[in-house]
Nanobody
């Protein structure tokens, strides 16, 4: 059973940099075929894909966030990281990490973390 656990600061001020960690257990983040993403959900809004890192380490980002977002990993700790710079109150959201897999012709997220709430406020 794969488990993902996110954590982070909870509260930031505008212009600060958000740093989140996602610890993965029950499976390696370097296992071939899997993609590990960061997704967020602002209050009252839908899910927003922020970016992902593939099993071999390559990354892709949402065009609207790519100038502010960095996704990285520590394979020795089996952890993923998200950095979001110059945060504003609009970055207030629950942040999730999730594993995506391709099976039977579909690409879908089969495991999610429970999410970590981040509030940006002065």
């Amino acid at each position: 059973q794969v488990q993902l656990q996110e954590w982070g600061p909870g509260l930031l001020k505008p212009s600060q940099t958000l740093s989140l960690t996602c610890a993965v257990s029950g499976g390696s983040i370097t296992t071939s075929g899997y993609v590990w993403s960061w997704i967020r959900q602002p209050p009252g809004k839908g899910l927003e894909w922020m970016g992902h890192i593939r099993y071999e380490g390559s990354t892709d980002y949402s065009p609207s966030l790519k100038n502010y977002t960095s996704i990285s990993r520590d394979t020795s700790k089996n952890q993923l990281f998200l950095q979001l710079s110059s945060v504003t109150p609009e970055d207030t959201a629950v942040y999730y990490c999730a594993r995506w897999t391709y099976s039977a012709g579909s690409f879908y997220a089969d495991y999610w973390g429970q999410g970590t709430e981040v509030t940006v406020s002065s």
